[in-house]
């Protein structure tokens, strides 16, 4: 099993920062930062794998947000920064035991989320 425990999540003013933890435990192949908007499906916004081999963001975030983990912290992070109004969702930490890691039915392990609003 995977335990994932989102925090840092907030209300910012647009133009702001924040930066997004997720504390885990057990085995991850590769760990994700997903978010829902209401009434949207959910997006994936950042993907990194634990060995550090290789990161994805999605177009929407390129040059704004950055994925990093702390293996020995056994922590994800997601900077994020230069926000805007569009970025308002809740955020969700992933994680898989293995596979492509690319959509949100590639992760098997899902924190509870961690909810981010960005007021203009």
């Known amino acids: 099993q995977v335990h994932l425990v989102e925090s840092g999540g907030g209300s910012v003013q647009a133009g702001g920062s924040l930066r997004l933890s997720c504390a885990a435990s057990?085995?991850?192949?590769?760990m994700g930062w997903f978010r829902q908007a209401p009434g949207k499906e959910r997006e994936r916004v950042a993907r990194?794998?634990?060995?550090?081999?290789?990161?994805y963001y999605a177009d929407s975030v390129k040059g704004r947000f950055t994925i990093s983990q702390d293996n020995a912290k056994d922590t994800l992070y997601l900077q994020m920064n230069n926000l805007s109004p569009e970025d308002t969702a809740m955020y969700y930490c992933a994680a898989s035991w293995g596979g492509s890691c690319r959509g949100s039915t590639d992760f098997g392990f899902w924190g509870q989320g961690t909810q981010v609003t960005v007021s203009s």
């Open positions: 057990g085995y991850r192949y590769c």
């Open positions: 990194i794998y634990t060995d550090g081999s290789s990161t």
